[in-house]
């Protein structure tokens, strides 16, 4: 995803996390085919909150981070699991929530255990994201030109 950003948006990449992000950021990054800043742990909370003033999209799963871009207006895409994003959000009206119509009776479920090793979210495509994330970016650029 971080390639599709970079090729059609000409975006910079940055992860942003705890320091216990570090090591899964650092895989990404290695092998991402563009530069990526990471960012996790390297700043106080309220200067990571700051900082998200400066992104044009934040790309996320469901967490702690999602709330802090909705609460500072960020155009969001939230990749989302088991969990109900009717219930933990984002909700904020520049988000954006990608997931997939897992073959569960129950989906969303809830659980942080799954029978099924979690295939709602295995089963959200690189597309479908990248999709999500172009129609915010389309949506932001048009509002802000």
């Known amino acids: 995803m971080a390639e599709h950003a970079v090729e059609k948006w000409n975006a910079r990449i940055a992860i942003v996390g705890a320091p216990g992000d570090r090591e899964p950021a650092r895989i990404i990054a290695e092998n991402a085919h563009h530069p990526v800043t990471i960012l996790c742990g390297e700043f106080p909370l309220r200067v990571t909150i700051a900082l998200l003033d400066h992104f044009a999209l934040y790309v996320t799963n469901d967490c702690g981070g999602m709330h802090m871009a909705a609460g500072?207006?960020?155009?969001?895409?939230?990749?989302?699991?088991?969990?109900?994003?009717?219930?933990?959000?984002?909700?904020?009206?520049?988000?954006?929530?990608?997931?997939?119509?897992?073959?569960?009776?129950?989906?969303?479920?809830?659980?942080?255990?799954?029978?099924?090793?979690?295939?709602?979210?295995?089963?959200?495509?690189?597309?479908?994201?990248?999709?999500?994330?172009?129609?915010?970016?389309?949506?932001?650029?048009?509002?802000?030109s």
Do not use: L
């Open 72 to 144: 500072r207006g960020v155009p969001i895409v939230a990749v989302f699991g088991p969990m109900k994003p009717w219930n933990t959000g984002p909700h904020h009206p520049d988000a954006m929530v990608v997931r997939d119509e897992a073959p569960c009776e129950d989906n969303p479920c809830g659980r942080p255990e799954c029978p099924r090793e979690h295939a709602c979210m295995k089963n959200v495509t690189v597309e479908q994201v990248a999709e999500a994330m172009d129609r915010q970016m389309e949506k932001h650029t048009a509002r802000t």
